[in-house]
């Protein structure tokens, strides 16, 4: 008796779920607005186009008889670089260590003697970089031990020279 109570139960909800379907308050779902008419085209003319207008700079003034112009003493130094700082290190390098190229990335991400470093496909002893830091106007490569493997000056914007540990050149470029 208890499965002919279920049985009934069941078929009442299937039946009125089927007469959910049939209500006029459900639209078709398959409605597609109306097209829109075709707009007017207008004529294609092909015409040479004019002539630019000259245009005129001024010209530049004379100079004054007594002006004072600076001049770069040739004999000098290099101007001091910018200093260097962890957000203009952060990015991806192209490295060049012992005439092999790789890549190494310095997110700023906290990690070891400063922040996390990854070197992708690079050759020993720059394959077992894992961190960097700032130092003055250096930047040091670790090792996971803490060891420093490399150690780079600025050489200008976007540019490090350095050696190895072991003594080898190494350059980054961006």
């Known amino acids: 008796m208890g499965i002919g109570k279920i ?21 078709r779902v398959d409605t597609r607005p109306t097209p829109l008419p075709a707009a007017p085209a207008g004529n294609v003319t092909a015409s040479q186009l004019p002539p630019p207008a000259p245009t005129s700079f001024p010209e530049t003034p004379p100079a004054a008889p007594n002006t004072q112009v600076a001049a770069i003493d040739p004999n000098a130094g290099a101007a001091p670089s910018a200093p260097v700082t962890e957000g203009g290190v952060a990015g991806v390098w192209n490295v060049s260590v012992g005439g092999q190229s790789c890549r190494v990335a310095t997110p700023r991400t906290k990690f070891g003697q400063g922040y996390r470093a990854a070197p992708l496909r690079c050759p020993a002893p720059l394959d077992g970089v894992k961190s960097w830091a700032v130092q003055g106007n250096q930047m040091i490569l670790y090792n996971d031990s803490g060891s420093q493997v490399a150690s780079l000056s600025s050489s200008g914007p976007e540019k490090f020279n350095g050696t190895t540990s072991s003594g080898s050149p190494v350059s980054l470029t961006r």
């Open 7 to 27: 049985g009934l139960a069941a078929s009442a909800v299937v039946l009125l779920a089927a007469a959910g379907c049939q209500s006029e308050r459900i639209s």
